[in-house]
């Protein structure tokens, strides 16, 4: 193999990786921020004031 294909060959497997990096950052940030919004749904779902009195009559 020559110099050049070598160097070809390099660039191709640098090239791919970046790409592969780059996908794989995208789907944490996304996934990041699915994370986030059903935190939020879950604080914006809880009711603290239920449940905290209860009338009881014997």
Do not use: C, F, Y
């Not at 749904?41 to 009338?55: K, L």
Request: no cysteine; hydrophobic share 45%; charged share 15%.
């Amino acid at each position: 193999m020559d110099i050049a294909a070598l160097s070809m060959t390099m660039n191709q497997i640098n090239t791919s990786t970046d790409v592969g990096v780059a996908m794989l950052s995208k789907a944490l940030d996304t996934q990041e921020d699915m994370g986030a919004e059903m935190i939020k749904m879950m604080e914006q779902s809880v009711t603290p004031h239920i449940g905290a009195n209860i009338d009881v009559s014997v």
